[in-house]
């Protein structure tokens, strides 16, 4: 059977325009599929992982402290960069809005209309 | 003229208190040593098993490793009961630390399993003597 189904996973022009995003010289196109199989391998351990952090906790969900203590334990959350710099830092603006929800400065304040 | 700095020092130093600064340091130091001690005694061990020596940098090498992993241990080890809200770390946390390493994990569950056991055995023999006590007690 020809496995029709779209193997689930990020897309190819999305990866590499990440990967050029942040490497600092020229990027040929055949470390693409180097980097698929890369990618693979950490979602799988990622998976793994977070599997039993939550275990750990005596839950069945999977939750965002699990996910902070990964990165703790991958070092990029680390005392001195907290998990909110750093979606300040990498995610774009829909996402830190979901994540960190702050009043935004720059917003208008309609004042209440006065009683007569 | 050497001889006279280091008076000076030394009596700089006296009258300095000692500061809580100083006092971690030296409990600091105290660790090192410690660790140092016990890595030469280990690495001794394993060179006459292999007929082999070690020098002194190797061993003060190794000590500082273990040193600073110990300090890497203790935040994970921390950071894994925080996770799972106790206060108290576990065995199930050191399990959690190892278990990247296949060799080491299995390691560890037997050694765990084996204190495990021994803490069982201990209850054991308590509540025997116990029983003993009360029967005794009972006559």
């Known amino acids: ?75 990029f959350v680390t005392d001195s960069m907290p998990v909110n710099v750093l979606i300040e830092k990498y995610l774009p603006m829909e996402s830190r809005k979901l994540l960190i929800p702050v009043a935004t400065s720059g917003n208008y304040v309609i004042p209440k209309p006065r009683r007569k | 003229m050497l001889s006279t700095t280091s008076c000076l020092a030394n009596v700089n130093c ?3 208190m000692p500061t809580a600064m100083d006092e971690e340091e030296r409990k600091l130091q105290r660790l090192k040593a410690a660790v140092h001690y016990t890595v030469g005694r280990l690495c001794q061990s394993i060179g006459e098993d292999h007929q082999k020596e070690f020098s002194r940098q190797v061993i003060a090498a190794i000590a500082e490793t273990t040193f600073r992993q110990c300090d890497i241990f203790a935040k994970d080890l921390e950071a894994f009961a925080r996770h799972a809200k106790r206060s108290t770390v576990s065995v199930e946390d050191v399990k959690l630390t190892a278990r990247r390493s296949t060799a080491l ?18 209850r054991d023999t308590r509540k025997k003597i116990a029983g003993k006590r009360k029967n005794t007690e009972m006559v």
């Open chain 1, 1 to 75: 059977t020809g496995s029709a189904k779209k193997d689930p996973g990020l897309s190819k022009s999305y990866v590499m325009s990440v990967f050029k995003h942040f490497a600092k010289t020229k990027v040929s196109t055949d470390v693409y599929p180097v980097l698929k199989e890369i990618m693979e391998h950490y979602f799988d351990r990622l998976a793994d992982d977070l599997e039993t952090f939550a275990a750990h906790a005596k839950r069945k969900t999977i939750e965002v402290e699990d996910v902070e203590l990964l990165m703790r334990r991958q070092g």
């Open chain 2, 14 to 16: 006296r009258e300095k």
């Open chain 2, 105 to 122: 994990a299995n390691f560890i569950q037997r050694k765990s399993e084996e204190i495990a056991s021994a803490n069982q055995e201990q």
